[in-house]
């Protein structure tokens, strides 16, 4: 079965650099998304990604976080400058984007990346 | 605005017991649509279910179920017999008709613990 894939699993990187996180939506998908999860906390979404642009963001979505499609199977989320409040899970998700109805197509996410900024 | 709330943190039971978790929902929309997500202790998120508004029936697939109640804006699961290995988080998330590419909103998750 389809499944998205993301990388790395685990992330270390001391406060203000710059981390990608990568993901590999399943194939047939036309949305992206990713959301995040801090420690004990419900999951949050970040942004979503259609077409090679974002559909939607959250506040939390500010100038230090960005998107890109920079091939036909990767998505990633680059964060330019970390803070420790970036320490979270990150979760990539894919939808088919293909129904017409109006009905939102179920989102299938990844096994997340742990991000840790010291 | 849309909130979803999941007011049991933790839950534990014995193994073979039946457990429900509790989910409510706000939104001014009439129409939406709400999910079912499994956290196991690996941190993967699983999608378990899927529920239209307009559809109240109750499904049952194996040992889960859900009973959609509209009019008290509760979306509820089952676990029938429960397992060790169904020992998770489970989130109650929700998300706007036509929102093509919008976000899911989650409650804050019930963990479960099953125990042999």
């Known amino acids: 079965e389809p499944e998205v894939t993301q990388t790395p699993s685990h992330q270390v990187t001391q406060m203000g650099q710059e981390v990608i996180l990568r993901c590999v939506p399943i194939s047939n998908h036309l949305y992206f998304y990713w959301y995040r999860q801090i420690l004990g906390q419900k999951v949050e979404f970040l942004v979503s990604f259609y077409n090679n642009e974002i559909s939607e963001k959250s506040e939390i979505f500010d100038d230090q976080f960005s998107v890109e499609r920079p091939d036909g199977s990767n998505f990633t989320l680059k964060i330019r400058s970390t803070k420790l409040e970036d320490s979270a899970m990150y979760f990539c998700?894919?939808?088919?984007?293909?129904?017409?109805?109006?009905?939102?197509?179920?989102?299938?996410f990844g096994p997340g990346t742990r991000l840790t900024v010291l | 605005a849309q909130k979803v709330t999941q007011a049991q943190t933790e839950i534990s039971v014995v193994e073979k017991e039946d457990v429900t978790l509790d989910c409510v929902y706000e939104t001014r929309d009439t129409t939406y649509y709400l999910f079912w997500y499994k956290q196991p202790p690996s941190g993967e998120l699983v999608f378990l279910i899927r529920?239209?508004?307009?559809?109240?029936q109750n499904e049952i697939s194996g040992r889960y179920s859900w009973n959609f109640q509209k009019s008290t804006s509760s979306f509820n699961f089952t676990i029938t017999a429960s397992q060790v290995v169904d020992s998770a988080v489970y989130f109650c998330a929700l998300i706007r008709k036509g929102n093509q590419g919008g976000k899911l909103i989650f409650g804050q998750g019930t963990e479960l613990s099953v125990k042999p």
């Open positions: 998700a894919s939808s088919e984007g293909q129904l017409t109805s109006g009905m939102p197509d179920t989102q299938y």
């Open positions: 529920r239209n508004s307009f559809d109240e």
